[in-house]
Each structure stands twice: as C-alpha cells, then as structure tokens.
C-alpha cells in the first residue's frame, strides 16, 4: 500500500510540474497565475481530505502480505 501511495504522490508532483511549467509559459500576468493555483490548491483540499476518514485495514505483522 505504501508503495502505490509513493508513486500516486510522486506522479501527482511531476504532472503538478508540468502543469505549473505551461502556465508560467503561457500567462504573462503573474497575479492571474497566482491566484489560478490558489483556486486549483483550495479544490484540492476537499479531495484528499475526505481521502483520511476512509477505513483502512490493519495489515498483522504473522501473516504475509500477498
């Protein structure tokens, strides 16, 4: 689990990136980009906050994971 949860975020991060590197190259206006990321962050929020009161299941230490 951890290890889906690593690419998830580093995937998330790259894609974020390239994102961000478009936008800069397209909007001369910095404010506008500025607050376009500040909208996208605060949508954000609700995403993966409803991501932490989902049930997870204990994984016990005797038996191997498959």
């Known amino acids: 689990m951890?290890?889906?949860a690593s690419g998830i975020f580093s995937t998330?991060?790259?894609?974020?990136?390239?994102i961000a590197s478009?936008?800069?190259s397209m909007l001369g206006d910095?404010?506008?980009?500025f607050y376009v990321l500040l909208i996208m962050a605060l949508?954000?929020?609700?995403?993966?906050?409803?991501t932490a009161g989902s049930e997870r299941i204990p994984v016990s230490a005797d038996k191997p994971s498959a």
Request: charge should be positive.
């Open 43 to 50: 949508l954000g929020v609700p995403v993966f906050g409803g």
């Open 12 to 18: 998330s991060r790259y894609i974020g990136g390239m």
């Open 22 to 24: 478009v936008m800069v």
């Open 30 to 33: 910095y404010h506008l980009l």
């Open 2 to 4: 951890s290890g889906v």
